[in-house]
């Protein structure tokens, strides 16, 4: 590997943040405290979760790092840093969500296969990089295709970290050509995070950001990218991250009966709460995130003050902008917005909240109806148990 390798064992990881909650050690998952997520609308990189199929991939020399660009195209090529550099860069703020976020909620009601996330495998980031539309461009394949000459039809996206998964082999993902030829999907092969070059656990020298999609298709420390005619085959494409009913377990299962998931549902958590609080009877100060995928953006985030009953609409902080801020910085249709409401609390009760996105999507009541077996995509209303009682807040 020209570079950039991808060692078999844990011995050579990077450091991480004391605050971190770590999920799974080997390999290396973990999410910041609910607190510190809402803290920043912009995610320090320290505190922004970190969700990993192998040990983190090295860089021996950056100089002779290169990604090839293959399969169904006329001209394959590498493209080293330099090159890469050289293109238009774009900031823009995406948030990238894990489609594990909230698993550990669902697997209470029936147990799920997975890594047990709370409400922070979601963050938000400045991502600096050159468009992969532009990038595409440059190995001859015109803005706005759904197909190459070929019959290129698909963008697929290699690294070369060994997950057990792939029976020791890289992780991968692809997405749809028109998606990676449209200027205004926004989706980068990011070398910078919050201005600063990204960091070994989040895909130093270069990983792919696919804004409004679940994290799965965003693939860490690229080594090359694939014109296909067919969608990637990998695992976490076909045997993984796909949505199926609840009727659907372990012994019925057929992967092949669902499409891989692309764009997050809309959500949203309170994160000024844990599951289970001791408040004073008064005003409580309730404040969270809410996110869309797709690019549609929040319209409206809800909290009830009696499980659900009754509602108020909560103010939002950061409203999505649907314009370019200038011509080299994008829009941040992708980011999240924060909410904030004060409800009065006069008696033991539980806390709900919804989104709304610009589709008037709205989250689901109950987890139990979004059940699936792989527990992702865990959308239900987010609620928090108040109990009347002494407490500092
Ligand atoms: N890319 C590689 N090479 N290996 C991985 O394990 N995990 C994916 C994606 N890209 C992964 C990857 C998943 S499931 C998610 S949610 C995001 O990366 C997480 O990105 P982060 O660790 O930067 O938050």
């Known amino acids: 590997m020209p570079g950039l390798r991808g ?12 605050s971190l909650r770590i999920n799974s050690k080997e390999p290396f998952n973990a999410e910041p ?29 950056i100089e002779s790092y290169y990604v090839t660009v293959n399969g169904l195209i006329e001209n394959p090529r590498k493209l080293f840093m330099k090159d890469i550099r050289a293109l238009q860069k774009y900031n823009v703020t995406a948030t990238l969500q894990c489609a594990g976020n909230r698993r550990t909620a669902m697997s209470k009601v029936r147990k799920v296969r997975g890594v047990g996330w709370d409400v922070s495998a979601i963050g938000n980031a400045v991502w600096g990089g050159a468009k992969l539309s532009d990038v595409l461009e440059l190995v001859g394949i015109a803005k706005l295709m759904h197909s190459t000459e070929s019959g290129g039809r698909h963008v697929e996206f290699v690294s070369v970290d060994q997950c057990k998964e792939e029976n020791g082999g890289p992780y991968k993902a692809s997405i749809p050509l028109s998606q990676a030829t449209n200027p205004e999907a926004d989706v980068l092969l990011a070398y910078e995070m919050n201005g600063e070059p990204l960091n070994r656990d989040h ?13 799965a298709r965003s693939v860490k420390w690229l080594d090359s990218i694939n014109i296909i005619a067919e969608e990637c085959q990998g695992f976490f494409m076909q045997k993984d991250y796909k949505m199926f009913p609840p009727s659907v377990n372990w012994d019925n299962i057929n992967w092949s009966t669902r499409r891989p998931q692309m764009d997050f549902p809309v959500q949203s958590a309170i994160c000024s709460l844990e599951d289970v609080e001791m408040v004073k009877p008064g005003k409580v100060n309730i404040r969270g995130y809410a996110a869309a995928g797709g690019g549609r953006g929040i319209e409206r985030v809800d909290v009830s003050a009696d499980g659900g009953k009754s509602w108020v609409e909560a103010s939002r902080s950061q409203k999505p902008k649907e314009t370019y801020i200038s011509e080299h910085h994008s829009t941040d249709k992708w980011a999240w917005v924060f909410f904030e409401a004060s409800l009065d609390v006069s008696r033991t009760t539980e806390i709900a909240a919804k989104a709304v996105d610009s589709g008037a999507n709205v989250q689901p009541e109950c987890v139990e109806s979004i059940w699936n077996l792989r527990g992702i995509l865990n959308t239900s209303w987010h609620r928090v148990l108040l109990r009347l009682g002494h407490s500092s807040l």
Do not use: C, M, W
């Open 203 to 215: 895909g130093y020298p270069l990983r792919v950001v696919v804004p409004g999609v679940i994290g």
């Open 7 to 18: 060692p078999s064992d844990y011995s050579q990881e990077p450091p991480r943040h004391p």
């Open 33 to 61: 405290p609910r607190s510190a997520l809402i803290s920043s609308y912009i995610t320090p990189v320290d505190l922004f979760y970190k969700r990993n199929h192998g040990p983190i991939p090295l860089v021996d020399d």
